[in-house]
């Protein structure tokens, strides 16, 4: 059963007890007056995680998509939050509020509660492609990827746990984008996550990835020769739909042109999919995110845009040049006419 609660609980693992202002909780049995819920004595109420995570390449749209849904008054964007807490990114790059990440309220109160000394063993033994099948597949796993996936997976849900707890009673809209890092999600307890897949035109991926774009603090987006750009793009595509069979009803693959199209359509059925997926409802939609909630790091510049619009930039059709394009187009064919067929993608 899962239901919300407002009282103190027993954080799984930890053996305390909190006071929280709105969580959502799983347990086999009782109600309540509110929630058609009641612990019995002894019983432990375990954190329900609400996630809604967007997969992806970088620069392929996907800061598009987290602002359009951030703008859902029931949920609180958090960008690249894997990047944050696992030092991958300098922390002092400007969250969407406006501060420093290692300034931001929001990411202090996060960042407080993070183990970091056992970082490394989810940075060097688990969070990378290669071991998709391991996580999935115990007979696959390594003594010392066995040794490192229990510690690594309490880590990142106690990340997410902590995340919730800044942002009490909201979806958490997570675009680390990458394909490996999903896969670790969903089969990370306690965490009730489903999946967007956004994919645009390699080609498009590819005029974007060779642009420079930088931030207000001037930090720079990383930048990628086209052909680098196409294999990156197979693999993150690859990877992706390679969750399905593991996450099952729980994910949905839409094209950015579509998305870019009719915005709104794209909106109904991703709430539809969090619906489904046993999440909380993310709420009515406003003209743009809430800059209280709005906490996204390491994402796009168009994070700090004022007049944000969703629009599908079809510039690198005529500035891509030629030998561009036909390479990676090359590199993607298979994929790409997967893609321009709509196969196995959301049609609205």
């Known amino acids: 059963m899962i239901g919300r609660h407002d009282g103190q609980i027993d954080v799984r693992g930890e053996g305390r007890s909190e006071r929280v202002h709105i969580v959502r909780h799983r347990s086999a049995s009782g109600e309540c007056e509110e929630c058609d819920f009641h612990a019995e004595p002894g019983d432990t109420l375990s954190l329900v995680i609400d996630i809604l995570y967007i997969l992806g390449m970088q620069r392929s749209g996907t800061t598009a998509l987290e602002r359009y849904l951030a703008a859902h008054n029931n949920t609180v964007a958090v960008g690249e939050a894997r990047s944050v807490w696992t030092h991958r990114l300098d922390r002092s790059q400007l969250c969407s509020c406006g501060k420093p990440v290692d300034g931001c309220p929001f990411w202090t109160e996060v960042m407080d509660g993070v183990d970091e000394p056992r970082l490394h063993e989810l940075v060097d033994y688990v969070d990378r492609p290669r071991y ?3 996580m999935h597949h115990a007979a696959l796993r390594s003594r010392r990827f066995r040794g490192a996936l229990g510690p690594s997976q309490d880590i990142v849900r106690r990340f997410y746990e902590r995340v919730v707890k800044a942002a009490p009673g909201r979806v958490v809209i997570e675009s680390t984008k990458v394909a490996w890092y999903a896969h670790l999600l969903s089969t990370t307890e306690g965490l009730n996550v489903a999946y967007v ?5 390699s080609r498009a991926v590819a005029y974007s990835q060779q642009r420079s774009a930088r931030n207000p603090d001037g930090s720079a987006l990383p930048t990628h020769p086209p052909s680098a750009t196409a294999l990156m793009w197979d693999a993150s595509f690859i990877l992706s739909f390679a969750l399905d069979p593991y996450v099952r009803e729980r ?3 839409i094209r950015y042109e579509d998305f870019a199209r009719d915005p709104a359509a794209a909106s109904i059925r991703i709430e539809s999919l969090a619906r489904n997926s046993g999440l909380q409802a993310l709420g009515p939609r406003g003209a743009d995110a809430d800059p209280n ?9 168009m994070r700090f845009e004022g007049a944000f619009e969703v629009r599908n930039d079809e510039r690198w059709r005529s500035d891509l040049p030629g030998a561009s394009k036909a390479a990676v187009g090359a590199l993607s064919a298979p994929l790409l006419a997967v893609h321009k067929a709509k196969i196995g993608f959301e049609k609205f």
């Open 132 to 134: 998709i099948p391991a």
């Open 197 to 201: 897949h956004l994919v645009r035109d």
């Open 251 to 253: 994910i949905v693959h």
């Open 293 to 301: 909630w709005y906490h996204s790091a390491f994402s796009n510049p």
